[in-house]
């Protein structure tokens, strides 16, 4: 992984900071966070089209960890 990369990674998780936990939203604004993750590792994205629950973890999961 890139140096850009890493740095890119970084400014996104740190948008994880302003989420309120209370906030009703923040599951989908975490999720978009996970997916924004996943396309700057360069992870193929797949939308999913019928709005069922996605697991962000799927989309965040080191090699090592899965």
Do not use: R
């Amino acid at each position: 992984m890139s140096n850009d990369s890493s740095q890119d990674i970084q400014a996104i998780l740190s948008q994880s900071q302003t989420i309120d936990p209370n906030d009703p939203d923040a599951m989908a604004k975490l999720n978009e966070l996970a997916l924004k993750v996943a396309e700057a590792q360069g992870k193929t994205v797949q939308t999913n089209t019928n709005n069922a629950q996605v697991d962000p973890m799927d989309e965040l999961g080191c090699e090592g960890c899965q």
